[in-house]
């Protein structure tokens, strides 16, 4: 069974621009988490969705968006990029409904804002 | 102050030794993940705890939900253990959201 993918794997953007990124889960996973990495804070939670229902979400700002299509993928989007928002953006897929259930990883895309 | 605090922020061990990495969580929680990431960014779910005690290999988890604790175990380490280790505390708030721990970096000299 093919892992988590997500892509791109890099991304490099300037202040002001937005971008989606992509996440595909393990095929019959039905939950997709999003995360964000960064030096500073750490792993936070973005959001999760579930059967095209976003379920739960982290405290971030309107500018992070997100959706979930009707074969389980993902994308998120970040509108008007700031230099904070530099960060590894990491997706996870589950079975059921994301955090009750072992969660499995993507790689990542890195993103980084100039 | 973090929901999730965890220690020590940085280990460094000798090839075989016997591992503890602490999590002390001060909201109410209904389960603890123990996640492993590598360099590179990679991240792997290790354990889900709601109560007692799990063992996977060499790795053993517990949790004590009394005293809002849980300790991750490595037995018999090897150099291949070299990685971050993060505990998320699963809230139970109106919609679940997991608060993650700061992360340990485990260094395991041969």
């Known amino acids: 069974k093919a892992g988590v993918t997500q892509t791109p794997r890099y991304l490099i953007k300037t202040r002001g621009q937005q971008v989606t990124l992509s996440c595909s889960p393990i095929?019959?996973?039905?939950?997709v988490s999003w995360y964000q990495q960064t030096p500073g804070q750490g792993l936070q939670f973005l959001f999760e969705?579930?059967?095209?229902?976003q379920r739960n979400k982290g405290n971030f700002p309107g500018r992070f968006s997100g959706r979930q299509f009707s074969n389980s993928r993902s994308e998120m989007n970040v509108s008007t990029l700031e230099l904070g928002d530099s960060a590894l953006y990491l997706c996870?897929?589950?079975w059921g409904q994301g955090n009750y259930n072992e969660q499995f990883f993507g790689p990542g895309t890195r993103l980084t804002v100039l | 102050k973090n929901e999730v605090e965890q220690s020590p922020q940085n280990l460094t061990a000798q090839e075989g030794e016997f591992i503890t990495i602490n999590c002390s969580y001060s909201v109410g929680i209904s389960a603890l993940h123990w996640l492993q990431q590598h360099p590179g960014g990679g991240i792997v779910s290790l354990f889900m705890?709601?109560?007692g005690k799990k063992k996977h290999g060499r790795l053993i988890a517990t949790i004590n939900i009394q005293e809002k604790h849980s300790s991750l175990h490595i037995t018999a380490s090897h150099p291949r253990d070299s990685a971050v280790y993060i505990c998320a505390a699963l809230r139970k708030l109106a919609g679940n959201q997991f608060y993650f721990g700061t992360g340990t970096s485990l260094t395991v000299i041969p």
């Open positions: 996870a897929s589950s």
């Open positions: 095929s019959g996973h039905r939950s």
């Open positions: 705890l709601s109560s």
């Open positions: 969705y579930f059967s095209e229902t």
